[in-house]
Each structure stands twice: as structure tokens, then as C-alpha cells.
């Protein structure tokens, strides 16, 4: 993941514990990119 073209490599990857929220119906990205 860390070659490639710079717009399609990752530099980090960060994992959490999914935790169900209830109310959401839409798919959000957060973040700097």
C-alpha cells in the first residue's frame, strides 16, 4: 500500500473496535485527505 502512485498510496492505517451507532443512514469519510 505504501507504493504505488502518491494518489493511491496509504501511509498509515489506523483499526478500531466497531461500535454500532444508532440513527446513521448515510456513509461519511472523516478526515484530512
Known amino acids: 500500500?505504501?507504493?504505488g502512485p502518491r494518489a493511491a498510496r496509504v501511509d498509515d492505517v489506523e483499526?478500531?473496535?466497531?461500535?454500532p451507532v444508532s440513527g446513521l443512514n448515510t456513509f461519511r469519510i472523516e478526515?484530512?485527505?
Do not use: P
Open 31 to 33: 478526515g484530512a485527505w
Open 15 to 19: 483499526e478500531f473496535e466497531a461500535k
Open 1 to 3: 500500500l505504501r507504493q
